[in-house]
């Protein structure tokens, strides 16, 4: 038990100093991607200049609505590539495990479900099958015993022989 454990506030003092240090950091990367997105939207997106007359401004719309066309067509790629690719990383996870050999069992949710509707869920609708079990059953009637009850009596007349270990105490004054 050599080692000395750190005080309170020298933990404390070294857990504000961590957390001014990641403070800084994420100021640094949030102005990062602020200056990054500054940069991408004035290469992608020049200044607009809307033109004076109207067969210019329906020549300018029709040059916008071919960019748009252009990167519609770009983003559908992308998604088809990335499920294209989400799909190909399933079946090697499907592989890896096959050639493990080990199965993971889902865990299956509780339900709770009577057994009329599980027959109906099996068989369809167009099979009624009703499983009333309690309707066959025999009727049984209880039957009541009657126990007779003690008769209650003077308590002072067997005090004697009740008296102490269990009613033993009398054998022991015979013998003595």
Known sequence: MSE???TSSRRHHLKSLMLQIAQGLLEAEAAEAEQEKQRYMEENCPSLSLPGTMQELQDFCKKLQQQI??????RYD?????????????????????????????????VRMSADAMLQALLGSKHKVSMDLRANLKQVKKETKEEEKESVGDWRK?????AGMGG?????????
């Open 4 to 6: 000395k454990k750190m």
């Open 69 to 74: 066309d252009i990167v519609d067509e770009q």
């Open 78 to 110: 992308m998604e088809s590539k990335v499920a294209k690719s989400n799909k190909e990383i399933d079946d090697l996870k499907m592989k890896v495990q096959d050639l493990k050999g080990k199965f993971k069992k889902p865990v299956l949710k509780k």
């Open 158 to 162: 067997n005090i004697e022989d009740k």
């Open 168 to 176: 033993r105490k009398k054998m022991f004054e015979t013998e003595a």
